[in-house]
């Protein structure tokens, strides 16, 4: 049994490969017999894959009733069946109940569901900010680029700069430092 198990409940698919529950070792990347450490493990408990699992075996398997518990679309009868199925469920829920009790405690969580609330909208708008401006250059270069593509051929050829300005829309000085 490892010294260290770390257990980590993501509510987004990863690993995207594998089962909805998956373990994992340090292993030398040259050498995959090579373990670190049998001391530790790391978990990955995938919310998305095991709300998707058919057949959840509440009554025989422990971590699907903790996972039922932890899952916040379970619906209350199936709360309280777990709970009254195992006792370590039974005393988690016990103290969830005390710790929401609190008002501090539940001011404090709200604050925290709030940051990352925040924080998830401000990165989303920074994203389409930046896809929406990365696109406005790209088109204006890309025009740009092409405008003066377009007026060394027109000039080349021994167009009028009047007829090339007219054609690329650029100016008559940027067309002369061509």
């Not at 009868?77 to 005393?91: F, G, N, P």
């Not at 988690?92 to 998830?120: H, P």
């Not at 708008?125 to 890309?142: D, L, S, T, V």
């Not at 050829?157 to 690329?168: A, K, N, S, W």
Request: glycine share 6%; aromatic share 8%; net charge negative.
């Amino acid at each position: 049994m490892p010294d260290v198990i770390a257990i980590n409940i993501v509510n987004f698919d990863f690993p995207s490969a594998g089962d909805f529950h998956t373990r994992f070792h340090l292993r030398e990347d040259n050498d995959r017999d090579l373990i670190l450490s049998s001391s530790l493990e790391i978990h990955f408990l995938n919310m998305v894959k095991w709300r998707k699992l058919k057949g959840k075996d509440i009554q025989n398997d422990p971590l699907h009733r903790w996972l039922a518990w932890f899952n916040e679309s379970s619906p209350p009868e199936l709360i309280a069946e777990v709970v009254k199925m195992d006792e370590a469920i039974k005393q988690a829920d016990e103290r969830m109940v005390y710790v929401m009790g609190d008002d501090e405690a539940i001011r404090a969580y709200e604050m925290r569901q709030m940051a990352l609330s925040d924080y998830t909208s401000t990165i989303n708008y920074a994203r389409e900010e930046g896809m929406k401006e990365g696109m406005e250059k790209g088109i204006a270069n890309g025009i740009e680029q092409s405008s003066a593509e377009i007026a060394r051929k027109l000039k080349a050829r021994g167009h009028p700069l009047t007829e090339i300005t007219e054609v690329t829309g650029l100016s008559p000085e940027a067309v002369e430092r061509l």
